[in-house]
């Protein structure tokens, strides 16, 4: 079975600054996909960015970036120049590329607190 | 484009009382999902389909009954409902291994 860990409940930081989240995870496959998700107030699911464990490029999108490290079976989030929009849920997930179904296995969530 | 949608938002039973919950989605997505989430902890595959007419179990699929007559449709239901329900309820929908989209949730209090 897959695992996602998550050990940070709760993170701040300030406007402007940079800030990551750490996630790991457990897996006996070696294909993969990883993906990290924001639930802000509204409670919807929105998709940051995704990892394929294939690459070994890390992904970027915009001012959100991943530290992939396949070896250590660590995915962190790093979120630069911080706005008051990036305050949420961030939950780390894992698919497997295996098999007929694509399901996620979510980690519990660390939230993130941005101030002025 | 609506994406993925989920009827109703909001939902207050009694033990014992029985209700569906409906997901609809319009990208011609194969694979469709049911997860809940409560406090503390991720969200949890109740149950899938990867196509028009199949279902699977997930990781919680006990009290749970799903149903996917339509490719677009994906039904979840509580045949007797217990308070051990109370959760947010997602669904989503994928184009096989793509990410996954989601709904905005269902909040469900079981009384």
């Known amino acids: 079975a897959q695992t996602v860990t998550q050990s940070q409940p709760e993170m701040s930081v300030q406007e402007a600054e940079t800030v990551t989240l750490s996630c790991t995870y457990d897996t006996s496959e070696s294909d993969y996909y990883l993906f990290w998700y924001k639930q802000p107030p509204s409670r919807q699911m929105i998709l940051v960015i995704r990892?394929?464990?294939?690459?070994?490029q890390n992904a970027t999108e915009n001012r959100f970036s991943v530290n992939f490290q396949k070896a250590a079976k660590s995915f962190s989030l790093k979120i630069s120049d911080s706005q008051l929009g990036d305050a949420a849920m961030y939950f780390c997930?894992?698919?497997?590329?295996?098999?007929?179904?694509?399901?996620?296995?979510f980690g519990t969530g660390t939230r993130l607190q941005v101030t002025l | 484009n609506a994406g993925v949608t989920q009827t109703p938002k909001f939902r207050v039973l009694k033990t014992g009382q029985s209700m569906t919950l409906l997901c609809a989605q319009d990208?011609?997505?194969?694979?469709m999902y049911w997860y809940r989430q409560d406090p503390g902890m991720g969200l949890r595959l109740i149950h899938y389909s990867v196509g028009e007419g199949t279902t699977a179990k997930g990781e919680v699929p006990d009290g749970y009954n799903v149903s996917r007559l339509k490719k677009q449709n994906f039904l979840l239901g509580l045949e007797s409902a217990a308070p051990s329900q109370t959760s947010v309820y997602f669904c989503?929908?994928?184009?096989?291994?793509?990410?996954?989209?989601f709904g905005p949730g269902t909040r469900l209090t079981v009384l």
């Open positions: 990208m011609n997505h194969e694979y």
């Open positions: 997930a894992l698919k497997l590329n295996t098999g007929t179904a694509s399901k996620l296995t």
């Open positions: 990892q394929e464990a294939y690459k070994q």
């Open positions: 989503a929908s994928s184009r096989t291994y793509n990410e996954q989209f």
